[in-house]
């Protein structure tokens, strides 16, 4: 006994082991696998927003003289800021002689009915000065005029994206409209450039740069970014989530912080962001506190195990004594039970043979020949036997009072738009309640295909209802060619009213009036009749 414990000790402690260095492996690849969703999400977005930039871009190409009103028409029908959240805008920074605006001035004069100069100090014999912002907004106005080019930052990326004519990102800088904002943030830009397309009247009129080595150039499209901004316009409600979130602007830990989010973890995972051709490093923390505390609960739980297995090994046998005794004693009361059902079924055999005995005789009195005492007596012990068969057919102890009385119909041959007008509360029957119920049906049944309504000879309807504390079932019969005589009962009758007094505890009344029947049986509800 002792080695068995000491065995299964064992195997506990290193399944306690293997399971707490699968659960943190577990965690570190989902952290790692969150992360790398987050950066891919922010990738996406980037990509969508070059993408937009890109379409402004061929709708200037194909019409520059337009590209003020047309440009602004399609951006408030694309409607960046809802569809790509995360720009600051897009603008157009055109090309200009230094110390020649009046082409760029001109255009702002078209772009936006007012006077605008262009503004910023420059070394350089061209410049690029900001013609159009949209959406328009008092703070974006700041930035109207201002020659990107004259500094150094904005220069870099604007002469690699000249120069390979694909999108470039500038460094981090303080955008131009950060002068009109209160809370002040990073910024950075993404450009693209626009070719010159070989007029020489805009070069001679100063609207096309020129530079040795690199292709004539018009203007270039950008987009300038407010890094929070940006980074709650992307993550949106997934940044409450993350228990720390650092990006630097470049690679390393050299590369400056341009953004913190909560406080970051051992066990940070780090990611690359493509930054239209730069590359930025994001680090991301979940801080799980409850995957830490894991390995002393489990070995909090491994004692404890010990303890229960120590324990349990010294009632195995005891409880194998006591699950042979609970057998012992299942056996006898089974043995019990079968006698119960021995006596319940010797019980109601002789309830039902001695039924099906005064059926007999009181359809004999009520016959002249055998084969009239053949059809009333088959046709009532087939109401018995429907009755019982759907109790047994259901394996329930009650049947639906629709049931039976759908089924009574039917076999009268009751169209099936007929019975599906009959309606009424649902109401459960047992055994000899549904008996009693299946009776009185097949009797009223028979004398109306004889004498009333299923013979062709007047309309007849079914129903029950609730009636306080009692259930109430009606059949009327009128329109019938003459008036029933209900004055005398016969045997079969009488025998139905008493099976209703005693088995249902009801009552019943027939009335006969102007061509017209209606019988009313009433009794208890008690939830299931018996």
Do not use: C
């Not at 979940?286 to 349990?312: D, K, N, S, V």
């Not at 013979?455 to 009606?474: F, M, P, Q």
């Amino acid at each position: 006994m002792a080695l068995l414990v000491r065995f299964v000790g064992l195997v506990i402690l290193l399944a306690t082991i293997v399971a707490a260095s699968a659960s943190f492996l577990y965690n570190q690849a989902e952290e790692a696998d969150q992360a790398e969703r987050v950066a891919a999400q922010f990738n996406m977005r980037l990509r969508d927003h070059v993408a937009i930039l890109e379409g402004v871009r061929a709708l200037y190409q194909s019409d520059a003289a337009a590209s003020g009103p047309g440009i602004r028409s399609y951006l408030a029908a694309l409607q960046p800021q809802v569809q790509a959240p995360g720009m600051e805008g897009i603008g157009i920074a055109a090309a200009m002689r230094a110390g020649d605006p009046a082409g760029v001035e001109a255009r702002l004069r078209e772009n936006y009915g007012q006077d605008i100069k262009v503004w910023g100090t420059t070394d350089q014999p061209v410049g690029f000065a900001v013609a159009l912002v949209e959406p328009y907004t008092p703070r974006r106005q700041v930035a109207l005029g201002f020659d990107m080019y004259g500094e150094p930052v904005r220069r870099e990326a604007m002469r690699r994206a000249w120069q390979t004519g694909r999108p470039a990102a500038s460094g981090i800088v303080h955008l131009a409209q950060e002068r009109a904002a209160k809370v002040k943030q990073p910024g950075f830009l993404i450009y693209l450039p626009v070719y010159a397309r070989g007029m020489a009247s805009e070069a001679a009129a100063g609207t096309v740069a020129t530079a040795p080595g690199f292709r004539p150039i018009e203007a270039f499209i950008y987009a300038p970014f407010r890094v929070n901004d940006m980074m709650k316009a992307v993550l949106g409600p997934q940044l409450g989530q993350i228990n720390g979130l650092e990006i630097r602007a470049g690679a390393g830990p050299s590369a400056p912080v341009i953004f913190r989010h909560g406080k970051m973890g051992w066990d940070a995972q780090e990611q690359v962001l493509r930054i239209a051709d730069r590359q930025w490093t994001m680090r991301i923390s979940y801080g799980r506190l409850l995957e830490r505390l894991g390995r002393p609960l489990g070995i909090f739980l491994f004692g404890l195990a010990l303890a229960l297995l120590a324990t349990q090994l010294h009632r195995v046998q005891q409880r194998r004594v006591g699950e042979a005794q609970a057998l012992a004693e299942e056996k006898a009361r089974h043995a019990e039970d079968r006698e119960l059902m021995i006596g319940e079924m010797a019980h109601r055999m002789k309830n039902a043979f001695a039924r099906i005995g005064a059926l007999a005789r009181i359809t004999l009195r009520e016959s002249a020949s055998l084969e009239e005492f053949e059809n009333k007596f088959d046709g009532r012990m087939r109401a018995l036997s429907d009755a019982k068969q759907m109790l047994v057919t259901g394996a329930v102890d009650s049947v639906e009072l629709g049931q039976i009385v759908r089924r009574e119909l039917e076999l009268a041959g009751v169209s099936a738009e007929q019975l599906a007008a009959i309606a009424g509360p649902e109401v459960r029957l047992g055994d000899e309640g549904a008996q009693a119920i299946s009776l009185a049906l097949h009797e009223f049944v028979t004398n109306s295909i004889k004498y009333g309504a299923l013979a062709g000879k007047g309309r007849l309807a079914v129903g029950w209802h609730r009636d306080g504390s009692d259930i109430e079932l009606d059949w009327s019969e009128t329109g019938l060619a003459e008036t029933p005589h209900i004055e005398s009962e016969s045997f079969g009758t009488r025998f139905i009213r008493s099976m209703i007094e005693r088995q249902l505890k009801g009552s019943w009344t027939r009335t006969a009036v102007d061509n017209s029947l209606a019988i009313v049986i009433r009794w208890p509800d008690n939830g299931t009749a018996t």
